[in-house]
């Protein structure tokens, strides 16, 4: 006899509620236009176009509400999202978004809002890690050597042990809400120190180099030359 498993509902928080403090511009960073585009626009896109049924939460500063309904306006921006007022830190961001989503059963992608160049096959293997290890934490190897700081002076590491961790992190949605019923730690600096704070595995998928966050000045020019040979 064949069951036939019914697939897992699949929900992406994308995270936009902060406020670009170093990429020091007067727009938030995350309206900032690329190829005509605000950078969230590009972002949003890329995971309706891997799976046009994915229910898509979106965390916004509450200031800039408002704002993002002005430029959906202007740019004819018709997607179904869910809009969630961000907090003061990622953490508190990711976590209200998670409130939002009330069934305990599916996947999650935690994406930043920052990461425009985020390809299908990488969301999909992030998916499909959660799907079978819990999570799905997309990485890359350092294309730098590293070395580790000793006080005022420094020694170099073997970089094959080191990964360089991006987003889309994917996990077990009712495990990450679980791990996220904590209180914010200074080491949280993503979703999967939160995971594995709470007692479980990280799972790596391969990343991609053009998958970079916009966070300083020199990162836009990068974007937007790397988005005119992204499809
Ligand atoms: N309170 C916060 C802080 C950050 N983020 C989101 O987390 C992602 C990664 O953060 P980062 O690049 O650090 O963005 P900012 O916090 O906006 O930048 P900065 O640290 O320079 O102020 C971004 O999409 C950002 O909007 C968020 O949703 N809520
Ligand atoms: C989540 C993240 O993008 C993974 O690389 C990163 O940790 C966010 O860091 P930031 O401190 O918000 O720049």
Not at 18 to 45: C, Y
Not at 92 to 121: C, F, M, T, W, Y
Not at 141 to 150: A, C, E, G, I, P
Request: hydrophobic letters at 40%.
């Amino acid at each position: 006899m064949f069951f036939l498993m019914e697939a897992l509902p699949k929900y992406a928080i994308i995270v936009a509620g902060g406020s670009g403090t170093r990429m020091n511009s007067e727009v938030p960073k995350q309206f900032i236009l690329l190829n005509g585009l605000p950078i969230l626009m590009h972002t949003v896109k890329n995971f309706f176009f891997y799976d046009s049924k994915i229910t898509i939460i979106l965390v916004l500063p509450s200031s800039q509400i408002s704002a993002w309904n002005h430029l959906c306006q202007e740019h004819h921006f018709n997607f179904p999202l869910e809009i969630v007022h961000g907090g003061n830190t990622r953490f508190q961001s990711v976590k209200n978004g998670l409130a939002h989503i009330k069934e305990e059963r599916g996947l999650v992608a935690i994406h930043d809002g920052v990461r425009p160049l985020i390809r299908k096959n990488i969301i999909q293997n992030a998916f499909k890690s959660a799907e079978i290890y819990g999570s799905g934490i997309v990485a890359v190897n350092s294309k730098d050597s590293l070395r580790v700081l000793k006080g005022n002076e420094s020694e170099a590491v073997d970089r094959s042990l080191y990964k360089c961790i991006q987003t889309p992190q994917c996990f077990d949605l009712n495990l990450l809400k679980k791990a996220f019923d904590t209180e914010e730690l200074p080491t949280f600096t993503d979703d999967a120190t939160v995971f594995e704070h709470a007692g479980h595995k990280i799972s790596l998928v391969e990343g991609g180099y053009e998958n970079i966050k916009i966070t300083t000045p020199e990162d836009l020019i990068i974007a937007e030359a790397l988005l005119k040979n992204f499809c």
